[in-house]
């Protein structure tokens, strides 16, 4: 099982939102990172066949998915961003009609709808309805309709906003069992979303596929570029505007340890830091956060690029 992008392609007018993007995703969870507007909801409306490219296609197993029509949607599920619900259904009536749609008899509907409510933590909520749901609680629920057809290929587009950290470790677990003989595609600003469960990342920038590779040879490629410096309180706020600053640890003894990323120690009395996948996300992506930046042009971003 193959899910193929091939030199795909989608412009609008003269600017490309997705830039001759190549990937072969088998089963397994890939995930997808990006600044906003790097192109990775294009990109996903396009594996779904929402979107036509300009140029290039989508294969699923060796065939363009638009020669397959709806025998590609019947393998497919899909949680966009903002999934369309009628709030006056209750979630289980929402689920059903969805299964319908899907061509999924009554009795096998009403059965994997509730399993589906309970495996998002939704067992107890199925009489009530949508529209009196939170938003973590809506979220869930496209969650569950996107895997109701038990799908080969699952396309997630920020599956988490709206969910709280045990909702997201649930969801996380939930992709994982799904994701053994799927192929998943997951984007999200989230970096620990992926990292955990992640087979390999995949990393847009400017619309083109920048970096490919596995969590661990990310954060590889981060090496050497994350320091960590103890200075003063009154030099926090100047090193934040100044450098990429990952995190900041206050001490009591008024004093604050400083993460940041750069090529090289630009606080003195820096020392190394072992990278995450965090740090690696903030160095790739340093030149389009709120602080200056010399680009991705670094040791970091060569050494990521042999992982493409």
């Known amino acids: 099982m193959e899910l193929t992008f091939d030199r795909l392609t989608k412009a ?15 089963p397994g969870v890939h995930g997808l ?5 790097a192109g990775k909801t294009t990109l996903m409306r396009m594996a779904c066949g929402v979107l036509r490219p300009t140029s290039g296609e989508v294969r ?38 969805l299964a319908a749609l899907k061509g999924i008899g009554r009795h096998a509907a009403r059965e994997r709808s509730l399993e ?8 107890g909520e199925e009489r009530r309805r949508i529209r009196t749901f939170s938003g973590g609680m809506k979220q ?51 970096v620990s979303d992926v990292e955990s469960i992640a087979d390999d990342i995949l990393v ?3 619309g083109a596929l920048a970096m490919k590779g596995t969590p661990a040879e990310l954060i590889e490629a981060a090496r050497g570029t994350v320091w960590e410096a103890e200075v003063s309180a009154s030099e926090v706020e100047k090193l934040v505007a100044r450098l990429a600053v990952a995190n900041v640890r206050h001490q009591s003894d008024g004093s604050s340890i ?39 042009s670094s040791r970091a971003a060569r050494k990521g690029a042999r992982h493409a």
């Open 12 to 26: 609008y007018g003269v600017k490309a939102a997705v830039d001759c993007v190549s990937a072969q995703l088998g």
């Open 33 to 37: 990172l990006g600044a906003n507007g």
């Open 60 to 97: 699923f197993d060796g065939v363009p998915i638009e020669r397959m029509g709806g025998g590609y949607r019947a393998l497919l599920g899909y949680l966009p961003q903002d999934f369309g619900y009628y709030p006056e259904f209750t979630a289980l009536d929402f689920m059903e009609y």
């Open 116 to 123: 589906l409510l309970s495996a998002v933590g939704l067992a």
């Open 140 to 190: 869930r629920l496209g969650i569950a309709q996107a895997v109701l057809n038990d799908p080969a290929v699952l396309v997630l587009d920020e599956p988490t906003a709206g969910l709280d950290p045990k909702e997201r470790v649930r969801f996380r677990n939930l992709v994982a069992s799904f994701a053994q003989d799927k192929v998943v595609l997951l984007s999200t600003h989230i």
């Open 204 to 206: 847009m920038k400017a």
């Open 258 to 296: 400083v993460r940041y990323v750069s090529d090289g120690p630009e606080v003195p009395r820096s020392v190394p830091a072992a990278p995450t996948l965090e740090d690696f996300y903030l160095y790739a992506f340093r030149d389009e956060a709120p602080f200056p930046s010399p680009g991705v």
